[in-house]
């Protein structure tokens, strides 16, 4: 088939979306088919064979666009959707894949062309929104009907998480034509072949004990959660440092600060943002792993790195976590300091939370593989195609 992929954000990053964009790209060039992509200015060059890769111009200079929902991001769809439009009359093609919100578009085009497409729901946008915008909560009820009109629209709906899968099947009956939702967790991404404990607390010039947080720094991340509850636990466990990878310099001065104000900036190392190729040795040389996001439903993509690692896991008890840790993988906390703070000084003191690392990683070597993630994602491509031809026969 030939595809028109829309990615509404910048590509290629190494963060969440951008990351699972190039691994669906890689997954459906590789099966043969054409693609062209749609997104944004910002990003690296990325050489795949059999995928072209167009970028919008922004009809005002555009800079530096964050994840989740931002008025930059606004005005950066607003020059996709200018843009699809041009190459939907032009680019004849046979189905759009559509990465969160640019499923608006991509079902204008169907209504307005007749080219089908598939939402890929990485997150569910009324929830992002009234996250970051609680006063937005008024009308929620009208962006959960516009999500649900998309998912109707659909010929099929790919969605990162089991939350969001049920959200999609919920709505995958409309009319007697059944639409297919394919659950495609993300692969874990992380080489561990470089695992050195003593190498990284020699680079952070430290002999404690490590709690390390993987990811950005953004709100719904919560880390000044987590802040807070490392610094009621170090009482605990005195010999523990916490090591924070990723997030830009304006956030990391923010929690600088915080960390001060808590007493512990001498305990906290800022990383700034790393390699992927790097993930790895961070996660397996650290002594736990921590996922403090106080909000949302999608599962975050490092937690399957963290899982693939084996070193044990704390995380809040958020279904954003649950849906694929539980007791017998890790530690869950309620999202609070002193909770987060007991689970931090379990981790770090029971004997037996090493085997709940084990047990993490033997379910994501089992489930959370790039073998699984390509053929789930072609044998949904498969049933959509099929339900397609079927409906045009």
């Given at each position: ?287 736990v792993l921590i996922s403090s996001r ?20 704390v995380a809040t008890a958020i279904r ?74």
């Open positions: 088939m030939k595809i028109l992929f829309l990615a509404p954000c910048p590509f290629f990053q190494e963060r969440g979306t951008p990351i699972a964009v190039r691994e669906v790209l890689v997954v459906l060039a590789g099966a043969g088919h054409t693609i062209d992509v749609l997104c944004y200015h910002e990003g690296e060059a990325v050489e795949i064979p059999g995928v072209t890769l167009h970028r919008v111009k922004p009809f005002l200079p555009i800079h530096g666009v964050p994840p989740g929902p931002s008025i930059k991001k606004i005005i950066c769809d607003l020059s996709m959707a200018r843009d699809v439009v041009k190459m939907a009359q032009t680019g004849d093609y046979d189905l759009v894949h559509a990465v969160e919100e640019s499923a608006a578009m991509a079902r204008w085009i169907r209504r307005r062309f007749g080219i089908p497409y598939i939402y890929d729901m990485d997150s569910s946008m009324p929830g992002q929104v009234v996250d970051k915008f609680p006063w937005a909560r008024g009308v929620l009820a009208p962006m959960r009907e516009g999500e649900r009109q998309l998912i109707a629209g659909s010929s099929g709906v790919v969605a990162v998480c089991q939350a969001l899968a049920d959200t999609a099947q919920r709505v995958a009956l409309d009319g007697g034509r059944e639409r297919p939702v394919a659950l495609l967790e993300d692969p874990n991404l992380a080489d561990f072949s470089e695992v050195d404990r003593s190498a990284l607390k020699a680079e952070l010039g430290t002999q404690r004990r490590l709690v390390t947080y993987v990811g950005n720094l953004e709100s719904y991340q919560g880390i000044g959660l987590l802040l807070q509850g490392f610094s009621k636990a170090v009482g605990q466990v005195p010999d523990a440092d916490l090591l924070v990878v990723g997030g830009h310099s304006d956030h990391i001065a923010l929690y600088k600060g915080e960390s001060e104000a808590l007493g512990i900036a001498d305990r906290v190392h800022f990383t700034g943002p790393m390699p992927l190729d790097r993930l790895g040795f961070f996660l397996g040389s650290s002594d106080a909000q949302g439903e999608n599962t975050p993509m490092k937690i399957y790195s963290y899982m693939a690692s084996g070193t044990p896991i954003s976590h649950t849906q694929v840790l539980h007791t017998d993988n890790a530690v869950l906390a309620a999202p609070e300091p002193e909770a987060l703070a007991d689970g931090i000084v379990r981790a770090l003191t029971d004997p037996e939370v090493a085997a709940l690392g084990a047990a993490a990683k033997m379910e994501a070597d089992a489930r959370f593989n790039r073998s699984v993630f390509r053929r789930t994602l072609l044998s949904f491509y498969e049933l959509v195609a099929k339900n397609i031809a079927t409906a045009a026969a």
